[in-house]
């Protein structure tokens, strides 16, 4: 965490309270969280607005980033810097997204929804953008705007937030794709997969059901319907 000047973390009440004693240890900002876009609003809000930029990211994605590809993390504040320059006008919100190799290792249960998601996003951006990772760069000019007109509680903020940039100027909305956002959820199975026999039968076992079938098509659909709310408070004027 040294690394950072603030860390936030958005704990839920089912968080282990040694794991909060254990951040806070480190130097972590541990505050109430909830459902995922209560605790990212949460996380946001409580870093304060005294920074140049901020580094969003769900927990578990940001730890198996940071053990699997932590040269790619070090060097995200370079791309992001890259990425505006020589522009006209620099992206005060930036899709952490995932290459397409790190978007394969997810099941099935997760790519196809999430591409629903993706195009829905990129249909009205007009450039293709992975907005379903779960991570995000953000300036001095987006916080504000995604503070007072976020309110989804779920991670249909995966679409609301970058929708808020949306509305308010189009070329303000930008992507990269990185590696380390690669599917991370085997990280803290090891015993269950082993159990099952893999982790092809595990995942079969635990993703590949009408639950979560179901489960990941209604974050889809929510998250579509969030950014069609969005764009229509602000009569879809967009581009």
């Not at 994605?61 to 993390?73: M, V």
């Not at 990772?133 to 007072?148: C, D, N, S």
């Not at 209604?218 to 581009?239: I, P, T, W």
Request: net charge positive; aromatic share 8%; charged share 20%.
């Amino acid at each position: 965490m040294r690394a950072y000047l603030l860390v936030v973390v958005a704990a839920t009440a089912t968080t282990d309270p040694a794991v909060i004693a254990t951040l806070a240890a480190l130097g972590a900002r541990v505050v109430p969280g909830g459902q995922p876009g209560e605790g990212r609003r949460a996380a946001l809000a409580a870093a304060g607005p005294d920074h140049a930029a901020w580094f969003s990211c769900d927990f578990d994605r940001w730890l198996h980033w940071a053990r699997f590809w932590p040269e790619e993390l070090t060097a995200l504040p370079i791309r992001v810097t890259r990425l505006g320059r020589g522009k006209r006008l620099s992206p005060w919100y930036i899709c952490l997204g995932r290459t397409a190799r790190a978007f394969r290792t997810h099941p099935a249960a997760q790519r196809f929804p999430e591409t629903a998601t993706n195009r829905a996003l990129t249909a009205i951006a007009g450039r293709p953008l992975d907005a379903a990772a779960g991570a995000a760069w953000l300036t001095p000019e987006a916080v504000p705007l995604i503070l007072t007109g976020s309110r989804e509680p779920t991670a249909a903020t995966d679409l609301e937030w970058p929708a808020l940039i949306l509305r308010h100027d189009p070329a303000r909305l930008r992507g990269l794709r990185c590696e380390g956002l690669e599917w991370e959820t085997p990280d803290v199975h090891a015993e269950a997969i082993a159990a099952a026999g893999g982790l092809v039968a595990w995942t079969r076992a635990v993703f590949d059901t009408p639950h979560m079938w179901s489960s990941r098509l209604r974050l889809a659909a929510a998250s579509g319907a969030a950014l069609a709310r969005v764009l229509d408070e602000g009569d879809g004027m967009v581009g």
